[in-house]
């Protein structure tokens, strides 16, 4: 796992803080992404609604928190560039959790293609054994209509 280095440069202590705060939130996004990725892998479908829940109110924040980072930038160029090296990191992170992030999603599509396919066989597979089944036992096979 990437580490991100949160000692920016003490030039501009908003910068600074911007920083610390999105690898954070950064250390945290990755986080959830493993524990939705083990959800996954594992096939423990039913805590995926909330970590997916999460994940969407944990992007977000992301958002806001690199809308953060970008005023704090254009706020104070000299304080961006002495953090630059910080900023390139968590811009290669973020990308990375979100490659990421895209692939987790790719796999969860397609178990639930391979969860549908499994379903609609088992229905077919219903419906062709009660097919062959016949008549329930004890039932009527005829009736005389002058009984």
Do not use: C, W
């Not at 910068?15 to 990725?37: K, M, N, S, T």
């Not at 959790?97 to 969860?115: F, G, K, P």
């Amino acid at each position: 796992m990437t580490r991100i280095d949160n000692n920016p440069s003490p030039a501009d202590g908003t910068i600074a803080q911007a920083i610390g705060d999105h690898g954070v939130l950064l250390e945290q996004f990755a986080q959830l992404g493993d524990r939705l990725r083990a959800l996954i892998e594992n096939e423990e479908y039913e805590g995926l609604p909330t970590l997916l829940d999460e994940r969407e109110a944990m992007i977000e924040r992301v958002h806001a928190s690199v809308r953060r980072l970008a005023g704090t930038a254009n706020a104070d160029p000299a304080g961006y560039e002495a953090n630059l090296p910080q900023f390139d990191q968590l811009d290669d992170r973020l990308d990375a959790l979100l490659d990421q992030a895209s692939r987790d999603e790719a796999m969860l599509r397609a178990r639930y293609e391979q969860i549908g396919r499994r379903l609609a066989q088992i229905a077919t597979t219903r419906r062709a054994a009660s097919a062959y089944a016949g008549p329930a036992a004890g039932a009527a096979k005829f009736q005389d209509g002058d009984a």
